[in-house]
């Protein structure tokens, strides 16, 4: 996994997990001998230094911890020190910020049930939370706006809920990477999308119990909302308790439910990251609780784009600096010099009508293996569907051998 993340780092894809300490990793992710003491392995050493372990193999990670107290300065350098200079960050914003109300739970205290001031207050935002990121600004690749299911008695429609979301984000500062994250599936409407596009913040694909698969709303045509940015959480099966998760998976130390359509969904994301390298940043976080091993989920995900895609898109990109940076220049300037070598002329036409045709072709490789993916991430099951998939994959695979043969 270590080189499919530092490899796909350098597209800016990037993968991680929901947090970061699950002792079900150790013998798979985390050497046991690391955190050992006197024989058994030491939980506070383990939580304490594990995350520098993590940071070898994986570039990013979602820090959860941040949704249940607003950071500190200490608490974020300690991070930070851990991981190396290239490593993201995405953190949740604390939900002081995003509750309209606070639940009944013991950790709220006396604050149980009662309004909640600080609800999508920027200047509490800005003091609170944001002012300690800026000793960590450089490790920072999103912040995420998790906003909980609200109920009926919090916003009686959506468009509530937008016009007091638009007031916020317009008095974010900004410059930083945001993204919204919310919880409620009928929200999803173009409103909701245009508030987002208009502030440049990004919407946050998320698999959770009572929302729509991320596959359903990738099909939302307004659903990229910044193109600087692309986030998905891979959080639960739609449908799937998050009690019921943690009691099925626990210790999350195999995988014990595949979920199909979540592994296509998170391999499309992977092929428009790469797509669009240089122009947007991707960020997929996988949870535990999706299958019951993200490490596996991540894995399996990163096995379905395959080796060929990437080679074809590395080939896609040198025959773009051929025919724009090297051969077009060339052919330019020699146009403008009517005794310029009759040969070169004549062979520099000949290269450049080559990548041309090469370019074409590779678009095409990559359109059949895109179409792959999304027919393999329907719940249809028939075997049209497969033979076309398997085709699909067949043509394209042979495509780009040929294609490698010629380079």
Same mark, same amino acid.
Request: glycine share 6%; proline share 3%.
């Given at each position: 996994m270590k080189s499919d993340a530092e490899r796909l780092a350098r597209h800016n894809v990037?993968?991680?997990?929901? %947090?970061?300490?699950?002792?079900?990793?150790?013998?798979?992710?985390?050497?046991?001998?690391r955190y050992e003491y006197r024989g058994k392995v030491a939980v506070s050493r383990f939580e304490r230094n594990c995350l520098a372990e993590y940071a070898e193999v994986f570039k990013t990670v979602c820090v959860d911890a941040a949704y249940y107290a607003f950071p500190s300065v200490k608490y974020l350098e300690g991070l930070a020190a851990q991981v190396p200079t290239d490593f993201r960050f995405a953190f949740k914003v604390t939900d002081e910020i995003t509750v309209r109300?606070?639940?009944?739970?013991?950790?709220?205290?006396?604050?149980?049930?009662?309004?909640?001031?600080?609800?999508?207050?920027?200047?509490?935002?800005?003091?609170?939370?944001?002012?300690p990121c800026h000793s960590i600004r450089n490790y920072v690749g999103i912040l995420i706006f998790?906003?909980?299911?609200?109920?009926?008695? !919090? /916003?009686?429609?959506?468009?509530?809920?937008?016009?007091?979301? !638009?007031?916020?984000?317009?008095?974010?500062?900004p410059g930083w990477p945001y993204g919204i994250e919310i919880r409620n599936k009928h929200w999803l409407q173009p409103e909701y999308f245009s508030c987002l596009a208009r502030h440049n913040i990004a919407h946050v694909f998320n698999s959770w119990t009572l929302m729509p698969s991320i596959t359903e709303q990738m099909a939302i045509i307004e659903s990229r909302t910044n193109h600087d940015l692309i986030a998905a959480r891979f959080l639960l099966k739609p449908g799937r308790k998050f009690e019921?998760?943690?009691k099925s998976f626990q210790p999350y130390d195999r995988t014990q439910e595949i979920n199909e359509e979540a592994r296509c969904a998170g391999a499309e994301l992977i092929?428009?990251?790469?797509?669009?390298?240089?122009?947007?940043?991707?960020?997929?976080?996988?949870?535990?609780?999706?299958?019951?091993?993200?490490?596996?989920?991540?894995?399996?995900?990163?096995?379905?784009?395959?080796i060929p895609y990437e080679r074809a898109l590395n080939i896609l990109h040198i025959t773009y600096i051929v025919r724009t940076t090297?051969?077009?220049?060339? /052919?330019?300037?020699?146009?403008?010099?009517?005794?310029?070598?009759?040969?070169?002329?004549?062979?520099?036409?000949s290269v450049?009508?080559?990548?041309?045709?090469?370019?074409?072709?590779?678009?095409?490789?990559?359109?059949?293996?895109?179409v792959t993916i999304c027919i393999r991430s329907t719940s249809i099951r028939c075997s049209g569907f497969e033979c076309i998939a398997n085709?699909?994959?067949?043509? %394209?695979?042979?495509?780009?051998?040929t294609i490698l043969h010629a380079m």
């Open positions: 990037f993968l991680g997990t929901s %947090s970061w300490k699950y002792q079900g990793w150790l013998g798979d992710l985390y050497d046991p001998a109300r606070f639940p009944n739970l013991p950790r709220f205290g006396a604050k149980a049930g009662a309004v909640n001031d600080n609800f999508l207050r920027a200047e509490a935002f800005e003091k609170e939370f944001l002012t998790e906003f909980s299911r609200f109920h009926p008695s !919090d /916003f009686a429609h959506g468009r509530d809920f937008v016009a007091a979301l !638009d007031q916020f984000l317009g008095a974010l500062p019921e998760a943690v092929i428009e990251g790469m797509r669009y390298e240089g122009r947007s940043k991707t960020y997929i976080y996988v949870n535990n609780r999706l299958e019951g091993n993200a490490l596996a989920t991540l894995q399996a995900i990163v096995a379905l784009i395959g090297i051969v077009d220049n060339v /052919f330019e300037s020699s146009k403008a010099k009517p005794r310029a070598n009759y040969c070169l002329l004549h062979g520099l036409r450049t009508a080559f990548a041309k045709v090469l370019t074409s072709v590779i678009q095409y490789v990559l359109c059949l293996w895109t085709a699909c994959v067949k043509v %394209s695979r042979w495509m780009t051998r």
